[in-house]
């Protein structure tokens, strides 16, 4: 479209093209083009703006995202919540909500660090997505605080194996390089759709104050 209009006379001033070299890599170029009616030519200037299209990049992604583990951020969580409630009623489906706590978090940080403790998240972050589906989300709130959404839930008890495996898989030691780490336990509270509530601040509430009567329990 852009060519067209340069070769009817219009000047255009920025339009952006993305190529692909041989080798795979992606190159975005900015074309400020032309037509010459004299000349009979298309007159065209590139930039490349690939730098500058993969910050604008991060940038909207960050936007939506914890920049440490690159997960879901409690903004776009709650929209996609809100969502999923719609949706569940629409369909009458079930939905549910883990509410994630590490136990003991400090203890990483100050027996080996914040570095390591970074780390310690990111494994975390790693290990919640991979028991999940691809339609669930899952999310840190801040700290050691993680959240997931799972959507057409069906059974409390498929909730509850979930929960289960959540902790098996988080109780596995992590291979760092200072050597291997005993990984924290962690503890959940669970809100399912609609036992537990019918709208976003309900259902996060429930899940809240279950995961503290469970972490209660953990640290008496």
């Known amino acids: 479209m852009c060519i067209r209009d340069s070769i009817k006379g219009e000047h255009q001033t920025a339009f952006r093209n993305r190529y692909v070299r041989k080798d795979g890599s992606v190159v975005h170029i900015l074309w400020s083009a032309r037509w010459s009616e004299e000349d009979g030519v298309r007159i065209g200037v590139a930039r490349d703006v690939t730098a500058l299209t993969e910050a604008e990049a991060e940038l909207q992604f960050l936007a939506?995202?914890?920049?440490?583990?690159?997960?879901?951020?409690r903004w776009l969580f709650h929209d996609r919540l809100v969502s999923a409630l719609r949706t569940a009623r629409r369909h009458?489906?079930?939905?549910?909500?883990l509410f994630v706590d590490i136990n003991d978090f400090k203890v990483i940080n100050d027996a080996h660090g914040h570095a390591v403790g970074?780390?310690?998240l990111c494994e975390v972050a790693r290990r919640l997505e991979a028991c999940v589906r691809e339609c669930d989300t899952v999310a840190r709130l801040g700290g050691d605080e993680f959240v997931i959404l799972l959507t057409?839930?069906?059974?409390?008890d498929a909730v509850a194996v979930k929960a289960e495996q959540i902790k098996a898989v988080m109780a596995e030691p992590l291979h760092d390089e200072?050597?291997?780490i005993d990984m924290p336990t962690c503890s959940i509270g669970?809100?399912?759709?609609?036992?537990?509530?019918d709208d976003a601040d309900a259902l996060l509430a429930h899940a809240?104050?279950?995961?503290?009567?469970?972490?209660r329990a953990h640290d008496q």
């Open 64 to 73: 939506h995202h914890d920049p440490l583990t690159r997960l879901t951020n």
């Open 208 to 215: 809240d104050a279950r995961m503290y009567t469970e972490k």
């Open 190 to 197: 669970v809100a399912c759709y609609p036992a537990d509530g």
């Open 178 to 180: 200072s050597g291997e």
């Open 152 to 156: 057409d839930i069906h059974s409390a």
């Open 92 to 97: 009458q489906d079930g939905l549910a909500l």
């Open 118 to 120: 970074d780390r310690v």
